[in-house]
């Protein structure tokens, strides 16, 4: 890693500049090793067909994920702080970045690329696979109609990221303005994103050098099947050949990760513009515009997600008389990172701080806003039931579009700290002795109070694959889970404080073969928080230069119970319930304590040494 940032002012006699440039280089290495599904993942509709011993999909790889990585990216940049006057000044420059895709060095992964198939990374080999034969024997090389790089994919060139903002102080209009007492700030800025090398590395997950066999009920597979097929790879690569009809559509059981050849890199436009007010020498209060426009966002597509030739819409996808059309039928799933979504946010900051020389430090922020896109995780990380990394409908895009899933529209926080009046110095308990410098001194009562509104959630039908887009496990990338229709007019009716009846259950049914429910992505939304942090201190001093402290930290104090967003899964059976708080759910997800985060109060004593 190599990197230097300079700095000079009044370049070429120019005062009023100052400069400022630099640049980073760097070599990134990974070795990268992937388990997944080695012991095998098995998923089942339902607790029953688990015990049965009756699985709905299965997948189990073999062979070995090792590989290993590099790419060499870089980034320079220059910038001008140019004061235009005492009461204006202007920010502006200009940033390059290259990107660097990440190499394989020794071949070892296989892109899926769109209208060819998978191709060996830094060759023009495609693999095949041959029906009549079984396992790893069924597959050979030949040529491809394409030469891939070591990356597999073309490095994204062209990210230039200019930058401009200012400060203005008003000297006119001093009974709206004040003397010196406003600045309106503003700016605009345009912000790549790096690819994290998990995305590239998911090549490596595939044939020829490691085997990952998928099986799916009605699909692969005639109906549910047992524990043992799961397990065993040396069983045909491709389902039905031959056979192609309905309920038995022709389609491999072998799936693939890949990249776009053209992936670009994610970029976003930043903007602002904001004006704070001195309204006296202790108070100020500030109006702040915030907005953001996302765009090539990365996002996996199931480029293999079959078309349903629809016959008896009473009845789900997969099963006859629909029939599942594969655009790939030698293959199973075939997820591909491509830089295909786009993200909006426009938000208003409202806020106001006070602080006296007598201790008090008072500063509150309020927040309207408003966050839209069409998938909010980053190719499929940190997935929910409903927001993952692929779109329910590979082919109809626009039916992910909707609130993030972290949209809040309301939020308001209050931050404090208060020296308590009192011991020497003070009118209270005002003596200048030992005793009452060590029981009234240096109080101190601080806190966070935050009140705000719910998340978004989606409703999914859950179970089986209802429409047929394989779409079989609902939350897991790249299922998004099928959703379900609205079927009743108007606004679903929602009471987040009852936790038995958080929305009305009996306006949804599930939308069968051959298409999505009328019910979005992120159209409802679940409690909010109401959440008072205090701590209470004490400090002993031992001397000049060191101190005791004594801390109380109540951690939602009032014991206010938030509740996390109620069941969305339509196939549970407390769907449109609310069956856990919200630290409860956090702390499930990320085992943590649910105390801090929504959770119950939670006390907690400290003592530190300050020196």
């Not at 606004?491 to 429910?517: C, S």
């Amino acid at each position: 890693e190599l990197f230097e940032n300079m700095s000079l002012s009044a370049p070429f006699d120019l005062s009023r500049h100052s400069w400022r440039w630099g640049f980073h280089l760097r070599r990134e290495d990974l070795r990268r090793y992937l388990n997944r599904s080695s012991r095998g993942a098995f998923n089942f509709a339902s607790f029953a067909d688990f015990a049965r011993g009756q699985v709905n999909t299965s997948s189990f790889r073999t062979g070995s994920t090792l590989a290993y990585w590099q790419r060499h990216p870089w980034d320079l940049f220059w910038q001008d702080e140019f004061k235009v006057r005492d009461n204006l000044t202007f920010n502006f420059g200009i940033r390059y970045e290259y990107p660097s895709s990440a190499k394989e060095l020794r071949g070892h992964a296989t892109n899926f690329v769109p209208g060819v198939g998978p191709v060996v990374v830094g060759s023009n080999q495609l693999l095949s696979i041959d029906p009549a034969q079984k396992g790893a024997s069924a597959l050979s090389l030949r040529t491809a109609p394409l030469t891939l790089p070591a990356s597999g994919v073309n490095s994204d060139k062209n990210n230039v990221a200019p930058v401009f903002g200012f400060a203005y102080t008003p000297r006119v209009g001093k009974r709206i303005f004040g003397a010196g007492d406003t600045v309106i700030r503003g700016g605009v800025r345009i912000a790549y994103d790096d690819l994290f090398n998990n995305v590239p590395s998911g090549m490596a997950l595939g044939p020829p050098y490691n085997l990952q066999v998928t099986q799916t009920a009605n699909v692969t597979q005639p109906g549910r099947f047992a524990w043992a097929l799961g397990f065993d790879q040396n069983v045909p690569l491709i389902s039905n050949v031959g056979k192609q009809g309905p309920g038995t559509p022709t389609v491999g059981v072998l799936s693939f990760q890949g990249v776009d050849p053209d992936l670009r890199s994610t970029y976003l436009y930043q903007y602002n513009l904001s004006i704070q007010r001195r309204l006296s020498e202790s108070f100020s209060i500030e109006a702040n515009y915030q907005g953001s426009s996302g765009h090539q966002l990365g996002m996996f597509i199931d480029v293999n997600q079959p078309t349903v030739i629809v016959r008896d819409p009473a009845r789900r996808g997969p099963v006859a008389p629909n029939e599942q059309v594969f655009p790939y039928p030698s293959f199973g799933n075939a997820q591909v990172a491509k830089s295909i979504g786009n993200s909006n946010y426009n938000g208003l900051v409202l806020s106001g701080k006070y602080q006296n020389r007598r201790g008090i430090f008072l500063e509150g922020h309020y927040t309207f806003g408003k966050s839209l896109d069409y998938n909010s995780s980053y190719f499929g990380s940190n997935n929910l039931p409903g927001e993952t990394g692929a779109p329910v409908d590979a082919r109809n895009l626009r039916l992910e579009h909707g609130p993030s899933a972290f949209d809040i529209r309301h939020r308001f926080n209050l931050v404090y700290v208060i020296e308590l009046p009192v011991g020497p110095g003070h009118k209270l308990f005002g003596w200048k002795n030992g005793i009452s410098n060590a029981v009234f001194a240096k109080w101190q009562i601080s806190g966070v109070t935050t009140v705000q509104s719910g998340y978004p959630f989606t409703v999914v039908t859950g179970g089986q694959d209802t429409s047929g887009f394989n779409q079989a496990t609902a939350g897991i990338s790249p299922s998004g889970g099928n959703r379900p229709d609205l079927i009743k007019p108007g606004l679903l009716p929602q009471n987040n404080r009852n936790p038995d009846a958080a929305f009305d259950a009996t306006w949804f049914a599930a939308a069968l073969a051959g298409r999505v429910g009328t019910s979005g992505r992120n159209q409802y939304y679940g409690p909010g928080i109401h959440n008072h942090d205090v701590a209470i201190a004490k400090g002993f001093p031992l001397g000049e230069r060191i101190g005791l402290q004594f801390r109380a930290d109540f951690f939602n104090l009032f014991n206010h119970t938030n509740f996390a967003n109620p069941i969305s899964d339509l196939s549970n059976a407390n769907f449109g319930k609310i069956t856990q708080t919200l630290g409860a759910a956090v702390s499930n997800a990320v085992g943590t304590s649910g105390g801090p985060i929504g959770g119950p109060r939670l006390i907690q004593f400290s003592l530190r040494l300050q020196f």
